[in-house]
């Protein structure tokens, strides 16, 4: 199937400092998810892009619809503790199908 | 919150034996999906449904099947429980036709010995 590579693997920084984080593929996305998910829960959806070049944000994060479509970038502002958790990207394939394509996540833990 | 429950929250069974995992939706969402998550594999879709009766297989569907008879409940079923089938899983739902966004249930800790 389709991969994407998620990076990095996991992050360990102190509290307020920003997060960056990507994911890039070989094939063209029409859509990016972006999730986030707590120790025994769910993903919980935080972001979603639709067109290349698109820049959403949400309270401290921001995310970006790479213009080649083959790339997103979740940032993180001024980290707190609770943003620790694991991110995953996800993306839909430009090619008609409605089921969704997950990276391997990144896992973030951020020190008080 | 999406409404999403699964059942049960967690279950430990032998090798051999038939497992049914169910996901329960309070809208009538036509899209419903199952995934797997385990270490270093992240999430993997197992089987979706676009409707009632109407259901295809995902990227690793094998040794899985599934069944959906009413809108509100897609049922997952392991017919005869391997180790590697050790996991967690996750049902979730699109909101609307057409939307890509998904959003997940609590999930379900399965454990074959």
């Known amino acids: 199937g389709q991969q994407l590579n998620q990076s990095p693997q996991s992050m360990f920084i102190q509290e307020g400092e920003d997060v960056s984080m990507n994911c890039t593929s070989s094939s063209i996305f029409n859509t990016w998810l972006w999730y986030k998910q707590d120790p025994g829960e769910g993903p919980v959806l935080l972001i979603a892009?639709?067109?290349?070049?698109e820049l959403t944000s949400n309270g401290r994060l921001t995310a970006q619809f790479g213009i080649t479509r083959k790339d997103s970038f979740l940032n993180i502002s001024a980290s707190i503790p609770s943003d620790v958790g694991i991110y995953f990207c996800?993306?839909?394939?430009?090619?008609?199908?409605?089921?969704?394509?997950f990276g391997k996540g990144t896992m973030l833990l951020v020190s008080p | 919150d999406a409404g999403i429950t699964q059942s049960p929250r967690h279950k430990v069974t032998e090798t051999g034996t038939p497992v049914t995992l169910r996901c329960h939706q309070t809208?009538?969402?036509?899209?419903m999906y199952w995934y797997r998550q385990d270490p270093g594999h992240g999430l993997r879709l197992i089987h979706y449904s676009y409707g009632v009766k109407d259901t295809d297989k995902g990227e690793v569907s094998d040794g899985y099947s599934v069944s959906r008879s009413k809108t509100e409940d897609f049922l997952l079923t392991l017919e005869s429980a391997t180790s590697s089938q050790t996991s967690v899983y996750f049902c979730a739902i699109s909101l609307r036709d057409g939307a890509y966004e998904q959003y997940f249930g609590p999930g379900t800790r399965l454990t074959v010995t």
């Open positions: 996800a993306g839909q394939l430009n090619s008609g199908y409605s089921t969704l394509t």
């Open positions: 892009l639709y067109k290349a070049g």
């Open positions: 809208e009538n969402h036509r899209y």
